[in-house]
């Protein structure tokens, strides 16, 4: 368990910048921190042994930690409200479609402290207003959107509830149900609208909801359920309709966290926890599925009762990055009374300077996209068959027992929300547990099985032992520096598993590699699923994982467009970047038991690659390693020249075999037959590929996670880490490569 | 419910499990295994790390998200193989009711 956890508001942070540290109590009674460069935080006694180096600098005396809660859940906040006339008659509607009914009661809409709409322990439509409760017998579905109002009319002292499936199947609309009771209310108080949660009696919003909504609405007169079907279908209509208070279109300013009012009271709202938007809307039949085209057909909001964007606890500290402090890979660590075993580490960059080079020519590429995709994954935990991809027992370590206690922390995009969705969204506003030295994982193979980050501490290791300087830079750099940034280098440096790009990033690669920059892909699966920022919402991002790629959910039909962008999801492969573009190979297979040597092939006698084989003898390579016992291992990519390996690459050395547990990508996999696994097909290998670029410059892909993992074998002293030396030293040297 | 049903006939596969629980295994066993590691539980054991790269707990994780995890009391491995070898034997028990240490006895 971790007695105490934290985050900063930034993982990329340049000196003399200021980063905030906040930080939680899980049982810790008081705390004290220090500040550390992290260097290699795999602790497996067979590898090199966990390796920090604590900087000077001052993050002050004990503190007192306090606990702090994780409020997940989405909804919509509309403030303001008190601005409206006086309420006597009022109608409140919307339109639902619920995806987890599970006994708990739930919030519609809500005007809290007046009236609100929702979903009861059985199912059923509730209503409340005053001392008034209403319940239909209609239970509601999660197959069918239902359209619900809660009415009153003040003369005939008439509180209405009424609730309408909305069923495809019928080509007549349904009668709804209603239930009235008499009821004298008093004229309302209102301040705010919260849409798909409500105020509990301490104010705190609760109640949330598993489910779309799509234009609630709020008027000054009891409506008759019977009208409401065609009103709120047309907001055209809709919007002069002299007895509107407030309508809320969720398909304008989709991007944003705005929630557009199209009343002319323009109360306009604000989303919280990130729900998801640019869903297919009550009106959507199939009509487009691109929301950018018809986003009136887009105008629900998928809300979850898991969703978690922005932890919002309280600042417990900041801390200045020194202005001479050289980039890398830092910590704040944060030792819970007393006890270092138990610590926990803050994980962050320290980037160069924005306005000015290092010096340094040589750059690591810190994947935050990867980590954030990944971050508090759960896929041990959660996801059947995992174990099997495994091929042994799953380890629980003990971030991951505070993951079962804690599942309010929120999800990585590995995860299924309650209601068996997709998690579109990952946050790095958050603690993100998985996201330091010293852990284990599930999927780093049979030795020190450890995972994103920490595994890439093995090249961080690598370049400490081999005294190469180098700067640290973030895939958020990236994406918002682009190529300003990475023309500063000779050599990018990947971690060893950047599956996870944006467009801006990919753009930033190709074009340092184009204009002659060298790159050492040092990983596999890289460069695979598209994600996205949100300008409007620092520290999130968005994955859709449309159509192929190895997934644990699919975002649903219409739903294939990023809501944060309007790219379409999925695979960069699909989007006319594979990743064979960027550095000659893409992904073919996965399996996390054990790894393989590479076998080198008659392609590494050419002259163009005598340099990378530079003292490295033998005709097997790498049959050693921390990650299940080999170089070639874990997620492994192909060269293929029909996905765009160019023509001219050189494959130095392919793996030859896998266990069975590896089997073929879907994308790849048309005819499933059951010859595509690793001890039979061909196609289940990582290719240690090279090739030179137009620019002068050049490309090394390792084509496997596992390769990080024998570099770190044997303290560093290795044949895998002596050719991966080998490259550094001759893409670190500007000299051009000749194109062949 | 899962098609495959394990039976005596696998008891060569317990026996090639036993002699090397992890890396390449027969057609066979690794469909034993598909079965015992698959989609199909109520609950799976999982190896709680008690201290890393030494010292495992045996546990048992329900299927429900954030459930408790209930400790198997006085089961300690130190030895990641031997934890293999008994969470098979004891699925195997749970699947079949038979204890496989007296089926490879009689079969030897």
């Given at each position: 368990?971790l007695?105490?956890v934290?985050?900063t ?17 899980f049982g810790?009674?008081r705390?004290?921190?220090d500040?550390?460069?992290i ?5 497996n006694?067979d ?11 001052d993050?002050?005396s ?7 809660p994780f409020?997940?859940g ?6 303001g ?5 006086r309420?006597?008659?009022?109608t409140?509607a ?10 708990r009661?739930?919030?519609?809409v809500s ?7 929702g979903i009861d ?7 409340l207003?005053?001392?008034?409760a209403?319940?239909?017998s ?22 209405s509830l009424s609730v309408?499936?909305?069923l495809d199947a019928s080509?007549?609309?349904?009668l709804p149900e ?7 209310l008093p004229?309302?108080e209102?301040?705010?609208?919260v ?5 509990d ?5 609760a109640?949330?909801l598993d489910?779309k909504?799509d234009r ?5 007169t009891a409506?008759?359920?019977n009208?409401?079907r ?10 002069r ?13 989709m991007?944003?966290?705005t ?10 709202g604000?989303?919280h926890n990130?729900?998801t938007?640019?869903m297919?809307?009550?009106l ?13 057909l ?9 969703d978690?964007?922005?932890a919002g ?12 402090l050289k980039?890398g890979?830092y ?6 009374d007393?006890d270092?075993d138990?610590?926990?580490?803050c994980?962050?960059a ?7 080079a290092?010096?340094n ?20 935990m959660d996801?059947?068959?995992t ?7 799953v ?21 299924t ?6 998690v ?5 506003l ?12 599930f999927?780093?193979?049979y030795g ?5 980050f920490?595994?890439?501490t093995h090249?961080?290791?690598w ?11 973030t ?7 682009g ?5 500063r280098?000779?050599?990018?440096l990947t971690?060893?598993h ?5 467009g801006?990033?990919v753009e930033?690669?190709q074009g340092?590699t184009d204009?002659?920059g060298?790159l ?6 890289g460069f695979?699923?598209?994600?996205s ?8 991002m ?10 644990p ?11 944060f ?5 999925g695979?960069?492969?699909r989007?006319?970047?594979?990743p064979?573009?960027l550095?000659?190979v893409g992904?073919?297979?996965?399996g996390?038991?054990i ?5 080198v ?5 050419n002259p163009r690659?005598?340099?990378i ?5 033998g ?10 016992g080999?170089a ?7 060269a ?8 001219h ?8 075999r896998?266990t ?6 879907p994308e ?5 037959t059951?010859?595509?696994s ?7 290998r ?7 670029t ?9 084509g496997?996670i596992a390769?990080a993992?024998s570099?770190?074998w044997n ?10 030396e ?5 893409f670190?040297?500007?000299?051009p490569?000749?194109?062949? | ?9 696998d008891?060569p596969?317990?026996r090639e ?5 992890i890396g390449?295994h027969?057609?066979g ?24 790269y ?8 329900a299927k ?12 300690i ?5 031997e934890?293999e070898r008994?969470?098979f034997?004891r699925?195997?028990?749970d699947?079949?009711g ?5 089926l490879?006895s009689?079969?030897s």
């Open positions: 368990m007695p105490i934290g985050y508001n930034k993982l990329t942070v340049e000196p003399g910048e200021t980063i905030d540290v906040m930080v939680s109590s810790a009674n705390y004290r921190a500040f550390r460069q260097i290699q935080g795999d602790t006694p590898g090199p042994g966990y390796k920090d180096r604590l900087i000077d600098l993050l002050g004990d503190r007192t930690a306090v606990a702090k409020r997940p989405s909804c919509v906040i509309v403030p409200l008190e601005a409206l006339p309420i006597r008659d009022f409140l919307a339109v639902v479609k619920p995806t987890l009914l599970d006994g009661n739930r919030c519609v005007l809290p402290g007046f009236a609100e709409i322990e059985h199912d059923r439509l509730t209503g207003a005053g001392d008034h209403l319940v239909t209609t239970r509601l579905s999660v197959d069918h959107w239902h359209i619900v109002s809660l009415s009153y009319c003040a003369a005939t002292q008439n509180l309408v499936k909305d080509s007549e609309p349904p209603t239930v009235t009771v008499k009821a004298d004229p309302g209102l301040t705010q609208c849409i798909a949660a409500t105020r009696s301490d104010g705190e919003l109640g949330f489910g909504i609630p609405a709020f008027f000054d409506l008759d359920p009208n409401l065609n009103l709120l279908a047309d907001f055209a209509q809709l919007r309709q002299r007895s509107l208070l407030g309508a809320w279109d969720f398909s304008c300013k991007t944003t966290q929630i557009c009012d199209v009343s002319p009271y323009q109360l306009h604000q989303i990130a729900p938007r640019a297919t809307g009550w959507w039949k199939g009509q487009e599925l691109d929301w950018k085209l018809r986003p009136d887009y105008s629900a909001i998928h809300f979850h009762s898991t978690m964007y922005d606890w309280e600042v417990d500290f900041s801390l200045t990055i020194p202005d001479d980039s890979v910590s704040v660590r944060l030792v819970p007393g270092e138990a610590a926990y580490y994980v962050f320290v980037r160069p300077p924005r306005n000015r290092s010096g020519t040589v750059a690591f590429l810190f994947p935050t996209c990867s980590y954030m995709a990944y971050a508090n994954h759960r896929l041990g996801v059947p068959g174990e099997i991809g495994m091929g042994r027992a380890e629980l370590d003990r971030h991951h027992m505070f993951l079962q206690d804690n599942p309010g922390i929120g999800f990585s995009v590995y995860e929300h309650d209601d068996e969705t997709g579109f969204h990952s946050s790095r958050r603690p993100i547990v998985d996201l330091q030295p010293k852990v284990k994982s999927l780093g193979g020190s099985n450890i995972w994103q920490n595994a890439d090249i961080l290791g370049l400490d032992a081999i005294d190469q300087d180098y700067d640290v830079i895939d958020e750099d990236m994406h918002a520096d190529l300003r940034l990475l023309q280098y000779n050599v990018i971690g060893t950047p599956e996870y790009y944006t801006n990033m930033a690669m340092f204009r002659g060298r050492m892909y040092l990983g596999g699966n695979y699923w598209v994600v920022f949100n300008e409007d919402m620092p520290g999130i968005e994955c859709r994982r449309s159509e192929a790629g190895i997934r959910w699919e975002p649903g039909h219409g739903q294939f467009y990023h809501g962008t309007g790219e379409y999801g695979l960069w492969r989007n006319g970047h594979p064979n573009h550095c000659g992904m073919t297979s996965q996390f038991d790894s393989e040597p590479y076998v092939s008659p392609e590494a006698a690659v005598g340099f084989f530079d003292g490295v003898e005709q097997k390579i790498g049959d050693f390693g921390l990650a299940g080999g070639a291992g874990l997620e492994v990519d192909r293929d020249p029909t996905q765009g390996t160019p023509d690459a050189l494959v130095l050395a392919s793996s030859t896998h069975d547990i590896y089997l073929m990508t790849d996999l048309l005819d499933p059951p010859d595509w690793g001890t039979q097909a061909d196609i289940i990582a290719d240690l590929t090279f090739f030179e137009i620019g002068g410059g050049a490309v090394f892909s390792t496997s390769w993992g570099m770190a303290g560093y002293d290795n044949e895998i880490s002596k050719m991966t080998n490259v550094l030293r001759r670190d040297d500007k000299t490569f000749e194109y062949p | 419910m899962a098609r495959y049903q394990i039976t005596e006939t008891i596969f317990a499990f036993l002699a090397q629980p390449y027969s057609p066993l690794q469909r034993v295994l598909n079965r015992m590691r698959g989609a199909d539980w109520e609950f799976k054991y999982i190896l709680v790390v008690e201290e890393r030494a010292k495992w707990r045996l546990g048992r994780l429900k998200r954030g459930a408790k995890v209930e400790m198997v009391e006085n089961v491995y130190t030895d990641l193989l934890a008994d969470i034997k699925r195997w028990k699947l079949t038979q204890d496989v240490e007296t490879l009689q079969t």
